[in-house]
């Protein structure tokens, strides 16, 4: 095998992609920041312990792991960064009000999460910890929203569920781990033949309730039909009217619900939300609430967030065009480069083309020149 084959769905980022990957980066950092998140950098391993404490299985299985030279303990590349933001803000902020924090760095999968993905996604996210109330649901999500306007990305539909459901409907109801398990494969799958076998000996407010479940999926109308098969959970009327609200700080149309969609139910505590957008075969940001995620660190705070993958995003975001530049000639010319200098320290791209490469520029747009003229180095449109 050749030195310079790289690992399977471990690829290299050339100019064009690099250079959009980064003014992305650019863009949702200063749009977190335009809301008051303070940047964070997690590193990229740690001692295995703390990188997986309180993740859960799956988490583990995605984890690369090492041994350090150094201490002889065993370290993990990160698979996510979300618990270690937990845990800054646990242990290193420990701060007793509102923290809003954001990210933005390379994350490490043992394996893709499905065809054609990279092992090695570029995670971007956001997370506010401290407020219970839904005021902290509606600001992640318009600032998921923002993000993806400043791709910019259309055409977006944005699909709301809700973790504490399913929770809700099952809360005291005596079955193992393995009808749980295979309960909640059948509400994923909406496999109504399965549910009904596994609920026959359920209680029937219970069992016709999970029944239904697996049919509350579409526009808002599912919220009516909602909140009228699952009114003999009284305790679910506010999450309902929780979700009714999220969809009202979407534009019309764009929301849609599924309030059997099981995915990472054992993660989130609260509303969750997953975007869509027309090129992407998966979603495209994932988030919610996770309110026991900083539980594990000893600080069980109120969090709520969302993340997403910039490769993934750049895939499907209007091209930019190329930025804007001066070609200047090479010269060892002292008033050449007192003129390059001083027009790179205002900001422009002044790019020297070697001699006998004049049409070489690949990723820059030179529409000026930097001519000699009158005794001066002068810029001249092309």
């Given at each position: 095998m050749s030195a310079w084959v790289l690992p399977d769905h471990i690829a290299d980022v050339l100019p064009s992609e690099a250079r959009h990957i980064e003014e992305l980066r650019r863009d949702l950092l200063d749009t977190a920041r335009s809301y008051g998140y303070e940047l964070v950098m997690p590193p990229l391993l740690e001692h295995l312990e703390s990188l997986l404490t309180g993740t859960g299985e799956a988490l583990d299985l995605q984890t690369f792991k090492l041994v350090d030279q150094l201490s002889g303990r065993t370290l993990g590349l990160r698979a996510d960064t979300t618990p270690q933001v937990a845990r800054i803000d646990a242990h290193l902020l420990n701060r007793r009000g509102v923290t809003r924090l954001c990210y933005c760095g390379p994350v490490v999968h043992t394996r893709p999460g499905r065809p054609h993905a990279t092992r090695e996604p570029l995670q971007f996210g956001a997370e506010i910890y401290g407020h219970a109330g839904i005021e902290a649901d509606l600001e992640i999500l318009r600032l998921a929203l923002d993000c993806l306007r400043?791709?910019?990305?259309?055409?977006?539909?944005?699909?709301?569920?809700?973790?504490?459901?399913?929770?809700?409907?099952?809360?005291?109801?005596?079955?193992?781990?393995?009808?749980?398990?295979?309960?909640?494969?059948?509400?994923?799958?909406?496999?109504?033949s399965a549910l009904a076998t596994l609920t026959r000996d359920l209680p029937p407010p219970v069992r016709e309730a999970l029944r239904a479940l697996v049919q509350l999926y579409g526009d808002?109308?599912?919220?009516?039909?909602?909140?009228?098969?699952?009114?003999?959970?009284?305790?679910l009327q506010p999450v309902i009217a929780g979700l009714r609200r999220l969809a009202r700080a979407l534009p019309p149309g764009r929301a849609s619900f599924d309030l059997a969609d099981l995915r990472?139910?054992?993660y989130y505590s609260g509303a969750r939300f997953a975007i869509y957008v027309p090129g992407a075969s998966d979603a495209l940001v994932r988030g919610g609430r996770y309110d026991a995620v900083g539980a594990v660190f000893g600080r069980n705070r109120p969090a709520v967030g969302f993340s997403l993958d910039l490769r993934e995003?750049?895939?499907v975001a209007r091209?930019?065009?190329?930025?804007?530049?001066?070609?200047?000639?090479?010269?060892?010319?002292?008033?050449?480069?007192?003129?390059?200098?001083?027009?790179?320290a205002s900001g422009e791209t002044v790019v020297c083309v070697m001699p006998g490469h004049e049409s070489e520029v690949d990723e820059f747009r030179c529409d000026r020149e930097l001519v000699h003229s009158a005794?001066?180095?002068?810029?001249?449109?092309?």
């Open positions: 400043a791709a910019p990305v259309e055409g977006f539909q944005v699909d709301l569920g809700d973790a504490r459901i399913p929770q809700a409907l099952l809360d005291g109801v005596a079955v193992t781990d393995a009808q749980l398990a295979d309960l909640h494969a059948a509400l994923a799958s909406k496999d109504s808002v109308s599912v919220l009516d039909e909602a909140e009228h098969v699952l009114q003999a959970f009284p305790a990472g139910y054992a995003l750049v895939a091209p930019r065009p190329l930025r804007a530049a001066i070609r200047a000639p090479w010269a060892d010319d002292v008033a050449l480069g007192q003129a390059i200098g001083a027009l790179r005794g001066a180095w002068t810029v001249h449109s092309l």
